[in-house]
């Protein structure tokens, strides 16, 4: 018979599983090709995704160091979930640097994405100098586009900092980094945003959360769960996509890998759940995609 500890242990975690419907279907969307595409997020009327910057014939552009560059697009979606109407977004900053891996504000007029340093700063894993990951904030002004670039303060260029999330109210920003104190590669952060202008001190998600592999891609839905990826052990496949339910008082939750066919046994990652709760897009190296980086939509979730 189970102590009462271990009892009391075990009721905690069965109240805050997750429930997936077992009817939840994917689809591959038709913009899918060999080339990247990758956080799909929906805002209004409007999705934007990442994908590889292209040349007038197609073609993936790299750059003197044969890493693959990155813009952000936009696009309308149809009923069925695909996207019509592609285009890159304007922006009044030129040059060809990184845009990828966005989040937006509700209202449309803030954006937070991954971007690079432009000088070298120190790899701390490797020991060697890298032009590491930042992020930027823009703002969208009518008539002239995204403008009023700005890197947001704490990004430290010796180490990386990516992949940004806002919480539905806007008043946190999630995202990954590897600074000193990380428990793997990179883990989960989180910092206060006021007015999209001033930004509290950084912390880092609690040890149940962050595990010592490997967690990107944070996203947080409008009832306030956190999903992210990771590498974890126990996991589907390669990187799983996970659940952990951010209004729980709970100290011994776990996060939750999310059944398949949202995981698969390939790469899972860059997860998007619309205000629906029920229908949203994840990228996936699975098998039978049609390049890279894949984008799925999914419902009946």
Known sequence: MLNTRLLLAFLLVSCYTFSQNKDVEVKQLKINSELDHFAARVVGDKVYLSHNLTSKRGRAIKDKYSGFVYAIYEASVTKDGDF???????????????????????????????SNHMGKGTNKLKGVETYNLLIQRAEYVEGKGWT??????????????????????????????????????????????????NYGEITKLNETINSSRTEIFPFVSADNKLYFSSDRRGGKGGLDIYSYDLNSSNKVQEPISLNMPINSRGDDFSFFLNEDLTTGYLSSRRLKGKGGDDLYYFFKF
């Open 84 to 114: 019509d109407d592609i285009e890159p977004i304007v922006k009044t900053e030129l040059g060809r640097f990184n845009m990828s891996a966005a989040t937006y504000s509700k209202d449309g007029k803030y954006m937070y994405f991954t």
């Open 148 to 197: 009023n670039f700005e890197i947001l303060p704490f990004c430290d260029p010796d180490h990386n900092f990516a992949h940004p999330a806002l919480s539905p109210d806007g008043s946190t920003l999630y995202f990954i980094a590897d600074v000193k104190g990380s428990k793997g590669k990179s883990d989960l952060y989180k910092v206060s945003v006021s007015s999209h202008k």
